[in-house]
């Protein structure tokens, strides 16, 4: 702020010593619990007093703010914090309810204010016995208004009063807004990061819309507004709930576009921009509120047959619930697991619906109920496992499994790395005899090539989901409530031709389905938009210019026309499923490894496009990645291109990366690599084979920004990907200057965010493993900027 005292400002004078905890005092009363012993009292004013014992004085007088500060804001964020929770259980106890009876809310109100209650009151009174000092402080003379905020309030007895609360807190920050436009975003201390803090998670819904959360991040060196009246301040914000949502609806009505006025005088330009709101320190490209702005999708991907994480998953997620209030990852049948998408909402399902979890066919039958009743709102992108599907129609028919003896190995697989369909079947005879492999008779093979133990090999050597078919027989038991032992293998195969028949649930994802999928200013597809390898070859191959089969003219308008290429491309998946519809078997089946021999059937060229053996580069099996899975900065020419076509977010899944989403920066274009399938390898938390673990997160897009919410082993995660609030941090790579002892590892999220336990999990890959390590966040966020 720089308030002077005596010859130097305030950020050349050293933080305070905070107050070891050894020293308490008694202020909680009969709470059991104790808190910081109070500073020594301020000391008395020097005046004018001249010579070097008048600056130490006054050093030690603004020391003494400092503490003061610092201590005080983060008291008004335990007591906001407080409030959110109280404010968030109160809402899921209604919901609960299922209607406003207000029986079962206030059973459940009363639950959250008996942990509520003995937390606030320590704080309130820490708070009252820290005022008296706080007030003398002149930059904190608007402190005065918390000592009436806090006496004015009992307690948040109800939701009414916890929104009052929220509004008293910003009556008393709003007054120390003008002193931090001053400050340049790089040194502020912990006390002006805490308001910060605290001011951005007030939802702008509470604070009422005549409070500007943008100005916080005004540009470095503008000249500060004049210092506003509190009380003018805020005399405009909404003093009851039913008031809030109808002020924000008429504050986005008269809000007057951003776009210069034609007749502006250019002199005066440079003079507006002073006054302008400061841009987020992360590079993005300014636009005025426009339809990305006003979109709201919650997104996820990879679910892969786990259904226990999508429930947790819609924990987090906004925008959609189930209908039926309670857990549900206990569920039988799809309709108790019937989905509820709320009004505006919009769902994005970034692909790969079965293969690894239990859940894989009553997982597809929820999200696929869910697409027939909002067909406009929700989304499904086609992921390899979904592609592959159309396999079983042709691969297991009664035919196909009597020319085992013909059968060649699939071209996309390695030769080297597989076995025929014979040798697997004389292997399974073997064992099951209990005679060497050499001693299997024809009669023994041909009792042991049943369609079961087809759709085994497929799984096993051509899809990447060894234990699918037990996981099936598991879901099977699971839904018809008995032993998993009187579910018998042709109870699974008829699952698995169920799935693509008429009416099946992956027959209908496959209609529903999309390449690709742009929103707003966000780009959705199942692997990457640009491939590192290509027939064994490294480089830099764009995917997002070329659609199979197209005209030389179309390819070139596919090359600067983003929205050209994703309509186009969609048109022609559609097309190779409606050929696999029309031709499901084989009109030629195949008798060697080549391309051109598995070609005899309906969407060849869409199943050939998910796999790796395709010769172009495909949005749906690609990557770009270093070879040790680190992630890998997209190329400058693709990150301009994209970004003219405004495109300024991309959202992936296909590749497991950890924990939690991985974000990989660029200027003007965020990626996130969403896909979190391998994040507890051999966890076995919710079935046997289970790779997911307890971590579980949601993509949700609102208000223009994107943000990850979400729990991993090491803490709760609640950040901004991009947008003003977002921290230009996220994903950074370390080096040894800025920590050697982790140097190689990258930012993969911030923990515990508005706590006193702010982390920063740090994550370095090595194939699918991942190394994660937790540093302080503050003074490794100091050390980045140090190092620039």
């Known amino acids: 702020m720089p308030t002077c005292y005596g010859s130097r400002t305030e950020q050349e004078i050293p933080a305070p010593k905070r107050t070891p905890k050894k020293q308490v005092s008694t202020l909680a009363g009969n709470s059991g619990r104790f808190l910081y012993k109070s500073p020594a009292p301020l000391p008395r004013p020097v005046g004018n007093r001249p010579g070097k014992a008048g600056v130490l004085e006054l050093e030690k007088a603004v020391q003494h703010a400092e503490f003061c500060k610092d201590r005080y804001l983060w008291l008004l964020e335990s007591t906001s914090r407080k409030v959110t929770e109280a404010k968030t259980c109160l809402f899921q106890a209604n919901t609960c309810t299922g209607r406003l009876r207000m029986g079962g809310a206030r059973e459940a109100l009363e639950e959250v204010l008996a942990r509520l209650r003995p937390p606030a009151s320590r704080c309130l009174l820490e708070a009252a016995s820290l005022q008296r000092q706080v007030e003398k402080l002149p930059e904190l003379r608007a402190c005065i208004w918390a000592r009436r905020a ?33 400050i340049d975003a790089r040194r502020r201390s912990p006390a002006e990061a805490a308001v910060l803090q605290i001011l951005s998670r007030i939802p702008r819904s509470v604070t009422g819309p005549q ?84 979109l709201k999708i919650t997104y996820v991907s990879d679910v892969e047959g786990h259904w226990q994480y999508f429930c947790n998953f819609i924990t987090y997620a906004k925008g959609l619930r189930f209908e039926k209030p309670g857990d549900h990852k206990g569920d039988r049948q799809p309709s108790d697991s019937k989905l509820v998408l709320e009004d505006g909402w919009i769902f994005v399902y970034g692909g790969d619906c079965t293969d690894k979890g239990p859940g894989s066919v009553h997982f597809v039958k929820v999200i696929v109920e869910l697409k027939k009743r909002h067909m406009d709102r929700v989304h499904f992108i086609l992921g390899n496992r979904d592609i592959n599907k159309m396999r079983f129609t042709a691969e297991i028919s009664e035919s196909e499994i009597a020319r085992l003896r013909e059968l060649p190995i699939p071209y996309w697989v390695n030769e080297k790395k597989t076995t025929t369909a014979l040798d697997y079947i004389r292997t399974l005879a073997a064992k099951a005899e209990n005679i060497e492999e050499k001693a299997v008779t024809e009669a023994m093979i041909d009792k042991h090539n049943t369609t079961a133990n087809r759709i085994r090999w497929m799984n096993i050597f051509s899809a990447g989901s060894d234990t699918d078919f037990e996981l099936h027989r598991e879901g099977i038991a699971h839904a018809r409530n008995v032993a998993i032992s009187e579910v018998s293998d042709d109870d699974v195969v008829n699952d698995y031709k169920d799935m693509v028949k008429e009416g099946g649930p992956v027959r209908d994802y496959l209609r529903f389905g999309k390449i690709a999928v742009i929103l707003g200013k966000t780009l959705f597809v199942h692997g990457t938009v640009v491939c590192d390898t290509l027939g064994g070859e490294e480089g830099e191959f764009w995917a997002i210019d070329a659609v199979p089969g197209a005209s030389p003219a179309d390819d070139k308008r596919h090359k600067t026309d983003l929205r050209a290429w994703v309509e186009d491309i969609n048109k022609w998946a559609s097309s190779q499923i409606g050929q696999w519809l029309s031709n499901p078997l084989w009109s030629v089946p195949p008798t060697s490894s080549s391309v051109e021999s598995w070609s005899g059937r309906g969407a060849h060229e869409l199943l050939l496009y998910g796999t790796p ?45 950890g924990t939690c989403p991985t974000i990989i920066p660029h200027v003007g274009l965020q990626v ?8 507890e390898a051999g966890s076995h938390l919710a079935y046997k084979g289970d790779m997911r673990g307890s971590a579980v997160s949601a993509l949700i897009i609102e208000n223009g920004a994107c943000r990850i919410s ?10 901004v990907v991009d947008g003003q609030e977002a921290s230009h941090h996220l994903g950074a790579l370390l080096d040894e200057n800025v920590d050697k002892f982790h140097s190689g590892y990258f930012i993969k999220a911030f923990l515990d965010a508005g706590s006193k336990r702010e982390k920063a999990l740090l994550c370095k890959m090595m194939g699918f493993k991942c190394e994660y390590e937790t540093v302080d966040q503050q003074p490794l966020l100091a050390a980045l900027e140090k190092s620039k």
Request: aromatic share 2%.
């Open 672 to 679: 996130v690599m969403a896909d979190t399938s391998f994040s």
């Open 613 to 657: 053996a395709y010769t172009s580069p495909s949005v749906v099996y690609g990557r770009w990645l270093e070879r040790s899975n680190m992630p890998k900065p997209m190329p400058p020419g693709l990150v301009q291109h994209l970004t003219s076509q405004g495109i300024h977010r991309i959202i992936l899944g296909h590749t497991p990366h």
């Open 150 to 182: 806090i006496s004015a309030s009992k307690g948040p007895e109800t939701l009414r009063d916890a929104q009052s609360m929220v509004l008293a807190l910003t009556k008393v920050l709003l007054p120390l807004l003008p002193s931090l436009h001053v």
């Open 710 to 719: 979400g729990q991993v082993k090491e803490g709760r995660v609640e950040q």
């Open 211 to 294: 409070v500007r959360l943008e100005m916080l991040s005004a540009k470095s060196g503008d000249e500060p507004p004049t210092n506003p009246d509190p009380a003018a301040a805020t005399a405009s914000l909404p003093q009851a709930p039913t008031q809030l949502d109808a002020a924000a609806e008429e504050e986005k009505k008269r809000e007057p576009s951003k776009a210069p006025a034609a007749s502006e005088d250019p002199s005066q330009k440079g003079q507006k921009a002073a006054s302008k709101p400061r841009v987020s320190s992360q590079p993005k490209v300014q636009t005025t509120m426009s339809e990305d702005d006003k």
